[in-house]
T-cell receptor, first 111, second 113 residues
Framework: AQSVTQLGSHVSVSEGALVLLRCNYS??????LFWYVQYPNQGLQLLLK??????LVKGINGFEAEFKKSETSFHLTKPSAHMSDAAEYFC?????????FGKGNQVVVIP | DAEITQSPRHKITETGRQVTLACHQT?????MFWYRQDLGHGLRLIHY???????NKGEVSDGYSVSRSNTEDLPLTLESAASSQTSVYFC????????????FGPGTRLTVT
């Protein structure tokens, strides 16, 4: 069965600093990997997805993620945090027509 | 534009009552899903459907049921609401392909008193 691990439920980052959210996955087949963002009182919105094309995936709002098979990782980064990046971020892995989600990272941006 | 909607957005009910949460999508997607979101647990799958008349249990299905009579709708029913079912519920849909990308509704906040 597929699963993902996200460490650190709360992540604080200074405005203008690098945002790094870690995701490690477990999958018995080549994975489809996703990052979703959830703003307060809203549903989840797709940030980016990996579907076995390029290993470096660019998403919306300046985010990108790199697929590393040897490390079973799909970490999310953004070079410079903005106040509007304050949200909860979920990593997910696809398999059997379903998604398995990590527990999420709550990102706080400090001015 | 295609969308996925949920109603009601907020609901307060009493223990033991039956509650139905609605989910409607206009993407014409075959796959539909119900999740609950709780602090410290992320999103957990309750039930899912791969098409009309198809329903399947997820990891936290006890106390919940769904039915799929058409492509657009997957209502979630709490047979006898319990305080442990106080949560935020999300509906999602996806195409019947291998890409697995899901589109989410805005959520329903349910409080069971």
């Amino acid at each position: 069965a597929q699963s993902v691990t996200q460490l650190g439920s709360h992540v604080s980052v200074s405005e203008g600093a690098l945002v790094l959210l870690r995701c490690n996955y477990s999958s018995s087949v080549p994975p489809y990997l996703f990052w979703y963002v959830q703003y307060p009182n809203q549903g989840l919105q797709l940030l980016l997805k990996y579907t076995s094309a390029a290993t470096l995936v660019k998403g919306i709002n300046g985010f990108e993620a790199e697929f590393k098979k040897s490390e079973t990782s799909f970490h999310l980064t953004k070079p410079s945090a903005h106040m509007s990046d304050a949200a909860e971020y979920f990593c997910a892995v696809g398999g059997n027509n379903r998604l398995a989600f990590g527990k999420g990272n709550q990102v706080v941006v400090i001015p | 534009d295609a969308e996925i909607t949920q109603s009601p957005r907020h609901k307060i009910t009493e223990t033991g009552r039956q509650v139905t949460l609605a989910c409607h999508q206009t993407w014409n997607h075959n796959n539909m899903f119900w999740y609950r979101q709780d602090l410290g647990h992320g999103l957990r799958l309750i039930h899912y459907s791969y098409g009309v008349q198809d329903t399947n249990k997820g990891e936290v299905s006890d106390g919940y049921s769904v039915s799929r009579s058409n492509t657009e709708d997957l209502p979630l029913t709490l047979e006898s609401a319990a305080s442990s079912q106080t949560s935020v519920y999300f509906c999602a849909s996806s195409e019947g392909t291998a890409s697995y990308e899901q589109y989410f509704g805005p959520g329903t906040r349910l409080t069971v008193t």
